[in-house]
């Protein structure tokens, strides 16, 4: 399946926005989505995660509160609703899909399936 994440821009701190992932195919729909971020010269940090039937979500600590990941599988699409931005939360934002178990879910390296990422900026 190949992803597609958009939605990135400029948004002042304390604004919102709302990234969308596209999938390619309806396998999307049974697998786990992640959203992950990385800022210039750190790690990618996961951010959010949602479950292949939405039925549970998971968040960094950093975001709890003002994030929301959500999917809609008739559509083929993942969203992060990001409000009251930061600027610790700009960077480039990617979304992630596979098979992943829930102990993992968290974990970058154990999604297959990957979008090119989208870049979020933060003004003060």
């Known amino acids: 399946v190949q992803l597609q994440a958009y939605g990135g821009g400029l948004v002042q701190a304390g604004g919102s926005l709302r990234l969308s992932c596209l999938a390619s195919s309806r396998t999307f729909s049974g697998y786990e989505m992640g959203w992950f971020r990385q800022a210039p010269g750190k790690e990618r940090e996961f951010v959010a995660a949602i479950t292949y039937n939405s039925g549970t979500e998971y968040y960094a600590e950093s975001v709890k509160g003002r994030f929301t990941v959500s999917r809609d599988n008739a559509k083929n699409t993942g969203y992060l609703q990001m409000l009251d931005r930061k600027q610790e939360d700009m960077g480039v934002y990617y979304c992630?899909?596979?098979?992943?178990?829930?102990?993992?879910?968290?974990?970058?390296?154990?999604?297959?399936?990957w979008g090119q990422g989208t870049q979020v900026t933060v003004s003060s």
């Open positions: 992630a899909a596979g098979a992943v178990s829930r102990q993992n879910i968290r974990t970058a390296r154990k999604y297959g399936y």
